[in-house]
């Protein structure tokens, strides 16, 4: 098998304005103001379904068909025999023109019970360039009743939402991690490099203003007495709040906590090669030039491509000085 490269996948008319940074980083053109996302290497339709969301290969199949058919050749044998045929991994480019909703995300208990075909969905946004100096809102920053949050809910009271909250200024090469249950918001100006668990649950907080979501959208058609309780009330104080963030320059791309969903690294050869080990894995090719080499292939690299590498490609070495990449992987197999 051969590393595949993957063109652009924005489903159109999302619910917020976005995707400048998109396009920029692809070098195309915006295809119109509300594509703020683009799906890489997703076997994930949106919520509403109808396929929206799926990569499609050369060959009309989707991914998601392709790894059910040979999910050894693409995902390697200890991850099928640790998770089957589902690559646990969602890679989006995102980038956001206004302030993205409050919102959060359920974890797998909630969606084994009411959406036994998703996981929960925990995530983390690698920084890859901002517009002005925006922040990212992350977690109460003290506790919260649960009377308060629905009363807030209820009455869309996003400015008191906002004022709970703790807001985060980001620039390009921070990451952070933002657990299940965990309520948050993206302010404008933010291009990113997403890493999810395969699911598109979501739970709005916040939905007023925004086009055509109801309150029954913003809770996923099950009403806000099932949803409300998987939020995250608790405080995240400074020290908590450290946890899930790791600031441009860190060795390391990922908080610790965030490893046992997905893996992440940076990769910027410079003179000589740098080496990546056999399996699935989806780069994002972020500046520079260079070439991708397996046991039978040779890929050209520049900035903006996104590249598919199956397991069953082998290990690969990257090469081009100037070149920057993140390679993302799902967890680990499990022992």
Partial sequence: MDPIVLGPNQPAERPYRGGVGIARLRGIEQPSAYSPEDFVASTVEIFAGEGVGL???????????????????????????????????????????????????PGDTFAEEYFPHYSGKAEAWHIVDVRGEPVVYLG?????????????????????FLAAMNPVPVRPGDTIFVPAGVAHSLGAGITMVELQQASDLSILLEYRGFPDLTLMDSTLGL???????????????????ATLIVRAGSDRPLPPAAETYFRLDRVRPGSSAADLPAGYAVLVVLAGDGRLTGPAS??????GMTV??????????????????????????SK
């Fill in 223 to 241: 009403g806000p007495a099932i949803v409300l309780p998987e939020l995250d009330r608790s405080g995240w104080d400074a020290d908590r709040l």
């Fill in 140 to 160: 109460f920053a003290r506790e919260v009743s649960e009377a308060t949050v629905a009363s807030w809910f209820m009455q869309q009271a996003v400015d008191e």
């Fill in 308 to 333: 598919l590498v199956p397991a069953g490609a082998g290990p690969q070495s990257v090469s081009g000085d100037g070149l920057e990449l993140l390679c993302c992987r799902p967890p680990a197999p």
């Fill in 55 to 105: 990569t499609r290969l050369e060959d009309g199949r989707t991914l998601r068909e392709a790894i059910q058919a040979d999910p050894t050749g693409y995902l390697g044998a200890e991850h099928v025999a640790s998770y089957g045929d589902d690559p646990h991994l969602l890679v989006k480019l995102l980038d956001t023109e206004e302030r993205l909703f409050v919102h959060f995300h």
């Fill in 298 to 303: 040779e890929l050209p690299l520049r900035a």
